[in-house]
């Protein structure tokens, strides 16, 4: 059973789903619209709990998912959306255990969605320019995921990642800033074979850019871009449709996978060419 504690962020929901997030503080009172409900109302109930302010509104009260904190949570730069944040987990198939290597650090969106993907054994070093930008990155990570996770399995390096990458056999490499071309000669030499590559982008010259520097490099291959749209509906009655607003555009996900190639064939000469093999080739 889950019960709240003080110190703990907290989303109170009314009935027609807008959320309210609320950090709990012993002492402290919510206030809203005029009415108020003291903290020590709410610290110690169980998840899920519904409560009643001080003129009769109604709130459940929940420990919101990681989709929605990431909606809800103080930002610096542009988060990414839960519906990409689930895709890049998924396509740079960041599993228990692995060591990523990500820039920039935004608000954090993506950096806990993947501390949460790496469990206790995996590692996330994130490159950001922006000292600002990092300290509320992480103060947004430890209000969902704690701190004891940001000591242990992050690492905020206040880096240009255009210039290089100190990590050393690198599993992935996300990225959501600007000019991930320039970091695609970095991701050579230090993702591993067998690694992926990763960037998120809003704008198509962009994609062209990444797209192009990675076939310039034998080191990758299936490279891949796509988009996703999240469409939701209405179901209310007979009308039954798709909702009329949505968000029609984030970015695109290219994904792109570190191999080691053989070294190029030299092409063989007809006259160095096995007799059969002349052979079939005159005939033709
Ligand atoms: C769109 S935001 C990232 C948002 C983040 N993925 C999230 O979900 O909250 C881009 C970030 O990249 C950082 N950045 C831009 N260029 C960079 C560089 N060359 N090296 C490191 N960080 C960079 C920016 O300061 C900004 O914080």
Redesign the pocket.
């Known amino acids: 059973m889950t019960l709240f504690f003080s110190g703990e962020t907290i989303h109170l929901v009314n009935a027609k789903g807008d959320h309210y997030p609320l950090t709990l503080k012993a002492g402290a009172v919510f206030q809203f619209s005029g009415e108020t409900i003291a903290h020590d109302a709410i610290i110690g109930l169980e998840d899920g709990t519904e409560i009643t302010l001080s003129r009769g509104s109604r709130f459940y009260v929940l420990k919101p998912t990681l989709a929605e904190y990431t909606l809800h949570m103080p930002r ?5 959306y839960p519906k990409d944040l689930s895709l890049i987990c998924m396509w740079a198939d960041i599993h228990p255990g692995a060591a990523v290597v990500e ?9 806990m969605t993947m501390l949460n993907a790496v469990g206790e054994k995996g590692r996330v070093v994130s ?4 000292e600002d ?1 990092a300290r509320r ?1 992480v103060a947004n990570i430890e209000g969902y995921l704690g701190k004891a996770i940001t000591t242990d399995r992050l690492l905020v390096r206040q ?4 210039e290089g990458i100190e990590e050393e056999e690198v599993d992935r490499i996300v990225l ?3 000019e991930p071309h320039k970091v695609v000669p970095h991701a050579v030499s230090k993702l591993r074979s067998g690694g992926i590559f990763l960037s998120f982008l809003p704008t198509v010259p962009q994609v062209e850019l990444v797209v192009a520097a990675l076939r310039r490099e034998s080191a990758f291959s299936d490279i891949e871009t796509f988009e996703t749209l999240l469409r939701t509906w209405n179901i209310d009655g007979r009308s039954v449709r798709p909702d009329h607003r949505m968000v029609a555009h984030s970015g695109f996900i290219t994904t792109a996978r570190r191999v080691k190639r053989l070294p190029k064939k030299e092409p063989v000469r007809p006259e160095e060419a096995p007799l059969s093999e002349r052979e079939t080739t005159e005939k033709e």
């Open positions: 610096g730069a542009q988060i990414l820039a920039g650090i935004g608000s954090g969106a993506l950096t490159y950001e320019i922006r930008f990155a880096q240009d990642i255009y959501d800033l600007p």
